[in-house]
């Protein structure tokens, strides 16, 4: 069995490498050349809110506490990257 929290791993949308990633992650995925050189890889502050929406959709679905808490938690994080994008005004 694949392990699912591998790379590329997402809760939310498998075609998503970033699906449910922390802003610390995303960060961290751009590498060296920090936000200056790939902002376009940045999502909209909107398009983070709709995953926010879609992970506490998934949270209502889920069948245990657990994995309602992990989509909850996601949807959080979401959240926090889209005031983060919206702060920063990219």
Do not use: F, H
């Not at 929290?5 to 050349?33: D, H, N, W």
């Amino acid at each position: 069995m694949e392990n699912p929290t591998g790379p590329g791993y997402s809760p939310l949308t498998p075609q998503s490498p970033m699906a449910g990633a922390s802003p610390g992650a995303l960060t961290a995925r751009l590498g060296p050349a920090g936000l200056t050189g790939r902002a376009s890889m940045i999502p909209k502050a909107e398009e983070c809110r709709r995953k926010a929406k879609e992970a506490e959709a998934m949270a209502e679905a889920a069948r245990d506490q657990a994995a309602r808490e992990i989509y909850l938690e996601v949807a959080e994080q979401w959240r926090k990257l889209a005031d983060q994008v919206e702060k920063r005004g990219w």
